[in-house]
C-alpha cells in the first residue's frame, strides 16, 4: 500500500518498455498489468493503465484473443465503476480522480482500436463503448479531457 513502492515498480517497468527486451517477458509483464487493472489495484492504477497504453503504442504486447477480452473487460467495468451518476461525495479531489481514471480509458481504447484494425480484428465490446464515450452519443455528456483522448 506504499505509493513510493508503487511508482518506483511503474518506473521500472516503463524502463523495460522502453529496452529492447524478450516478448515472452513482455508478455509476462503486459499480463500482470491487465490483472492489475482487472482489480483496480490501487495505489497504482494511473500507473497501470499508463503502462499498457505505453505498450500498446508501442507495439510491445502480443494481442491475444484472451488479452483483448481482458483489456475489454477492463475497460468496461471502470466505465461502470467511474460513472459520474454514481459519485456520493462531490469533492473536487474525487471529482478530478475520475476524470483522470476515465481519460486512460480513453487513451488505452484507443490504443485497442487502432491495434484491432491494424490487424483486421472484430472489435471488442469495450473498445466500441469507449468509441461511444469519446466520438458517440455518450460524448455530449463527457468532460473533454476524457472526450480528447480518443484522438
Not at 497501470?48 to 477480452?69: A, G, N, P, T, V
Amino acid at each position: 500500500m506504499d505509493k513510493e513502492i508503487v511508482t518506483s515498480a511503474a518506473e521500472a517497468i516503463l524502463v523495460l518498455l522502453l529496452a529492447d527486451i524478450e516478448k515472452t517477458w513482455m508478455n509476462k509483464i503486459c499480463d500482470s498489468l491487465l490483472e492489475l487493472c482487472f482489480y483496480r489495484k490501487e495505489p497504482g492504477l494511473h500507473d497501470f493503465l499508463r503502462l499498457l497504453d505505453i505498450s500498446m503504442y508501442l507495439d510491445k504486447m502480443e494481442l491475444s484473443e484472451f488479452r483483448q477480452k481482458r483489456l475489454s473487460t477492463i475497460l468496461a467495468d471502470i466505465d461502470l465503476q467511474t460513472d459520474y451518476n454514481q459519485i456520493t461525495d462531490e469533492s473536487e479531489t474525487q471529482i478530478k480522480e475520475i476524470i483522470m481514471i476515465r481519460m486512460l480509458c480513453a487513451h488505452l481504447a484507443y490504443q485497442l482500436y487502432l491495434y484491432e484494425e491494424k490487424q483486421n480484428m472484430e472489435h471488442a465490446e469495450g473498445t466500441l463503448l469507449w468509441k461511444d464515450i469519446c466520438r458517440g452519443e455518450r460524448s455530449c455528456k463527457e468532460f473533454a479531457e476524457v472526450r480528447n483522448g480518443w484522438i
